[in-house]
């Protein structure tokens, strides 16, 4: 049985230590996990199986921590990945009282002096909940796999199979801790001979809505892709505005077709994705003059539950071409009324919708250039690389320079991919990996729920954006259309892609309970979250590595 104050303890230790992403302090934290288990007999007696790894080109030097687990009853090659992160956000929302932000005994005193909503009072002042920056998202889970580590390698003559316990900074930024680890996994198995069975996250849960009271388990996770599109207008005069399309007009069409739009979520087994929400939106002219804007760019977090990348082109080139007719109809229509008006002769404008991919958009002018454009491109992005850009923005500039090489100078919309990109994981139940792991967080939470005063759902998808997506990836068309249309792809990002793939296991998420993540009253459930989550936790993980019995 998992001690509930040894495992509070460890969670309070953890949020002390400040780990912000992109800090100092990621790697300090990595460092006092890999000595925690350091002292631990069993990786006294293996220390092969304790590694404090280095993150793959990371400037900031960061490490991953990894220890293996091998059970002794048997020979079995099952084996289960613990993941969690230890980053997180900054601490600046906390205003005059930041210094307090990483000690919860001290912030909870210091809160009581704050003018709080009803709820966070109530919290507050129940006793039943720990306040500070990461004490839920997420050093409560990764004190969880702690424990359980700890708890398992004093029972490891009595255990089958083995647990593969993961902690990984840089999950609030760039997932690189995650990424980096796909390859560390890898050899693992390779080395170890071990059987990735599942993968189980213990990052937070939260309520899904006011007065939610129910306790979520997610088998599977949301996907997310950015979504971006550059629209190319035709500029003119102010005085002469109806011999131009605005690329303005165009993007903001396009938002109207695209920003929360219901038919673009993705609706699977009772539970619709986020649909897709703007995260930016600008033209590109860069000073004030009486001529119209004749560039644009807007771009789109897309969140997935099972539309892949090239089926994600699809539906947003059908939004892009009927926000393309809707603006020409209506910059005929007002031209019409604006000519009759006037007392001038009226001709319909000569503009047609023109929506292409990156990929289209290449292969037109690597025809009309004789393959030259290669070379123009690679000089291009040189100059680029000099410059440090958002990742963002790198993308941009190549769709941009791509369109000035191209002769039709027509207005256009190009639709492409930027930086990051995470595969959903569907876990449908068809696989036998799949099954057991469905089988398994079932009867663990049924075994739990018959004793605990908490109403349970298990539902198909971690809402959150995690790095339990880089388990799995789709097929190889699907991710051919992701690295076709992200003019940055294999140069200022890219995903190991067969590692992953070699990885392909189904996830879970069992975290802890807790209300505003990212905000400055953040704070954790103590009951639910260090005394039942941790034997779900390790229910999960028996029932997957030794079956029901």
């Known amino acids: 049985m998992l001690e509930k104050e040894f495992i509070l303890n460890l969670a309070l230790q953890l949020t002390r230590i400040k780990s912000v992403v992109e800090s100092e302090g990621e790697i300090e934290i990595a460092r006092w996990i890999y000595d925690f288990f350091k002292t631990l007999d069993y990786y006294k007696e293996h220390p092969n199986y304790l590694l404090l790894s280095d993150l793959k080109g990371d400037v900031l030097n960061r490490k991953n921590v990894l220890a293996l687990l091998k ?68 050093k409560s889970g990764v004190a969880i796999n702690m424990a359980l580590l700890k708890h398992l390698s004093e029972k490891v003559s009595e255990m089958q199979g083995n647990i ?68 190319y207008g035709k500029e003119t005069h102010v005085g002469q505005a109806f011999e131009g399309l605005d690329a303005n007009l165009l993007a903001s069409e396009i938002l109207k077709e695209v920003d929360l739009a219901f038919d673009l979520c993705d609706l699977v087994e009772g539970e619709a994705s986020t649909p897709p929400i703007s995260l930016g939106q600008r033209d590109l002219k860069s000073e004030y003059s009486v001529q119209t804007v004749n560039e644009a760019y807007l771009y789109f977090n897309y969140s997935t539950h099972s539309s892949k990348p090239n089926e994600i082109l699809e539906k947003l080139k059908v939004k892009a071409q009927k926000a393309f007719k809707n ?186 309970y807790g209300k505003d993540a990212h905000k400055f009253t953040e704070r954790v459930n103590i009951p639910y979250s260090f005394e039942v989550v941790p034997e779900i936790v390790e229910k999960t993980v028996r029932l997957l590595l030794e079956g029901e019995k």
Not at 94 to 112: F, H, M, Q, S, V
Not at 175 to 187: I, Q, W, Y
Not at 199 to 207: F, L, Q
Request: glycine fraction near 6%.
């Open 164 to 231: 593969l316990f993961l902690a990984v900074p840089d999950e609030e930024g760039n997932s690189k801790g995650m990424l980096s680890a796909t390859e560390d996994l890898v050899r693992l198995a390779e080395t170890y001979n071990l059987e990735y069975v599942a993968a189980i996250d213990t990052d937070y849960m939260a309520p899904r809505f006011p007065g939610d009271d129910k306790k979520y388990i997610y088998i599977g996770t949301v996907g997310k892709i950015l979504s971006c599109f550059y629209i």
């Open 327 to 512: 603006v020409l109809k209506k910059l005929n229509d007002d031209y019409a009324r604006y000519c009759q008006a006037s007392g001038i002769p009226c001709k319909k404008l000569p503009w047609k919708p023109q929506v292409l991919t990156f990929k289209e958009l290449y292969d037109e002018v690597k025809k009309e250039t004789d393959g030259k454009i290669m070379e123009h491109l690679r000089n291009f992005k040189d100059k680029l690389m000099e410059q440090k850009l958002d990742d963002r923005i790198y993308c941009l500039q190549i769709v941009r320079e791509l369109t000035r090489q191209w002769s039709n100078k027509n207005p256009a919309v190009v639709l492409f991919f930027a930086p990051p990109y995470y595969p959903h994981i569907y876990v449908k139940g068809q696989k036998e990996k799949e099954k057991n792991l469905i089988m398994a967080v079932n009867s663990a939470v049924a075994e739990v729920a018959a004793r605990v005063p908490y109403k349970f759902e298990i539902k198909k998808f971690y809402p959150y954006i995690s790095d339990l997506s880089y388990f799995s990836i789709p097929e190889e068309r699907a991710v051919e259309a992701l690295t076709d249309n992200m003019p940055g792809w294999g140069e200022i990002y890219s995903l190991p892609v067969e590692c992953i793939r070699k990885l392909d296991v189904p996830v879970v998420n069992i975290g802890p």
């Open 71 to 138: 059970g002794q009853k048997g020979n079995s090659r099952k084996t289960v990945v613990l993941i969690g992160h230890i980053d997180t956000v900054g601490i600046e929302d906390y205003g005059n009282i930041k210094e307090y932000a990483t000690y919860p005994e001290k912030l909870k005193d210091i809160l009581r002096t704050k003018e709080l909503d009803e709820d966070t009072s109530k919290d507050l002042e129940s006793g039943e909940w720990l306040f500070g920056r990461g004490i839920f998202d997420m």
